[in-house]
């Protein structure tokens, strides 16, 4: 039976971040979300003290200073970037990969079973920590589900050295490790399902591969019923099936500080609708509508609440930065009112199909269509070589006061010319 394997990134964004300053290396590091809100990455040292996910900042600045724990805000271009470099490193290894998220890749292994698959994960490990400087961990086996779970392993029993091949395992050593795994950490079940799976006696990962298939899928669900049968070595995941393109595109902040006027609600809803149109064509999508939302302080029970929406149809589908940001404008307009702190605001793709097989109406304009076509990739060039917003729509604003707190941010090291680390000889 043929292999998978899943590559994940150890500590994504704590890796980035010490990939371009060494000195971060074995000491405590988090990153922090939108404004510096909460803790979404934690390095290994801080997991060792305890520290949860989603902490307020502000509750633990006391915690971090005694313990030395250095905090940096998210770096999204950044971090982007180095899962761009990874993946397409990643590439080399196999002829078909599903990329799964920013940070995990799944690599089809089969026809590579005469190979020693742990040295070949070895030699996918050195490639990847050697160009790119993040450490990574994978799991083989043969469904997509026990990869997940072999990956599970690499990371928490460190003589595996990073690579754990359950190909490797006797029916009986298998049994006897899943026997150890709670059911939690099976690919899919999380937080939710987990307390009823307990109720019923189904604790571990083991428990739940020798549960009955036919009596999970009338107690819970089809997926969960699939979910057994990957346990049980039985593929009904294919590589790529969950790596669809997207049926809506959300593009959501909070702002830095409270927002009153019209004008930086405008500024804040083209950026955002910019960012959208982007993931719009990277997916060689159009929307058919969009939708815009602006939200007011709800923290402050002296202030009104008011968190309005409103959907725009598009004339017809498109992918063109101009005319996405002139519908959310339009939406924007209608919902605006006065005498409120804004604290956040957002668009929504919706209705989208692919681009190829999207028919033109009779009085569509060729060329207009091909004019566009070609302006948006020149925009969408430009902003990846030279960094993002090199180059924009007016209506984007330039000053943007209003755009995130990241009072603790590193440089943009591999996307924007000035901030490309120096070193001295």
């Known amino acids: 039976m043929s292999s998978i394997a899943l590559v994940d990134c150890n500590n994504f964004y704590a890796s980035c971040e010490r990939a371009f300053n060494p000195k971060l290396e074995g000491k405590p590091l988090v990153v922090l979300s939108n404004n510096d809100g909460c803790v979404v990455a934690r390095s290994n040292e801080v997991k060792a003290l305890g ?15 005694r313990h030395g724990i250095l905090a940096y805000s998210s770096n999204y271009a950044l971090y982007g970037d180095m899962s761009a470099r990874v993946m397409k490193l990643l590439s080399q290894f ?17 026809g590579f079973e005469p190979r020693d698959l742990v040295a070949y994960g070895q030699k996918i490990r050195h490639r990847i920590r050697q160009g790119t400087g993040i450490p990574v961990s994978i799991g083989i086996a043969t469904t997509k589900t026990l990869a997940k779970l072999a990956n599970h392993v690499a990371k928490k029993q460190e003589n595996h050295g990073g690579v754990c091949d359950f190909g490797r395992f006797s029916a009986r050593e298998l049994d006897d490790l899943l026997e150890s795994i709670p059911v939690s950490e099976v690919w899919g079940v999380g937080r939710k399902l987990t307390p009823r799976l307990e109720t019923l006696k189904i604790k571990t990962v083991s428990d739940l591969k020798k549960a009955n298939p036919r009596w999970i899928r009338q107690q819970f669900s089809i997926t969960l019923e699939r979910t057994v049968a990957e346990l049980n070595g039985l593929p009904c995941i294919e590589l790529g099936e969950e790596s669809a393109n997207r049926q809506q595109i959300v593009s959501s902040r909070s702002f830095g500080r409270s927002v009153e006027t019209l004008e930086d609600l405008r500024e804040a809803v083209s950026s955002y609708m910019t960012r959208a149109a982007e993931r719009l064509r990277a997916q060689h999508s159009v929307a058919g509508s969009i939708a815009v939302h602006i939200q007011a302080s709800s923290f402050k029970p002296e202030e009104p609440r008011y968190h309005p929406s409103q959907v725009v149809p598009l004339v017809k ?5 101009r005319y996405l940001i002139q519908a959310a404008l339009q939406g924007l307009q209608h919902i605006y009112r006065p005498g409120f702190r804004y604290r956040k605001a957002g668009v929504l793709l919706m209705a989208l199909e692919a681009k190829a097989t999207l028919h033109p109406a009779l009085f569509d304009d060729p060329e207009a269509e091909a004019r566009s076509s070609r302006l948006m990739k020149v925009m969408d060039t430009i902003n990846h070589r030279m960094g993002q917003d090199t180059l924009k729509l007016a209506s984007s604003g330039t000053e943007n006061s209003w755009r995130m707190r990241r009072g603790f941010k590193s440089p943009n090291y591999t996307t924007h010319w000035a901030e490309i680390p120096q070193v001295t000889a």
């Open 51 to 65: 520290l949860p996910m989603g902490v307020p900042w502000f509750q633990i600045e006391k915690l971090a200073k």
């Open 94 to 110: 196999s002829p078909r990969q599903e990329i799964y998220s920013i940070d995990e890749c799944f690599l089809d292994l089969a």
């Open 317 to 321: 589908p498109t992918d063109d930065t």
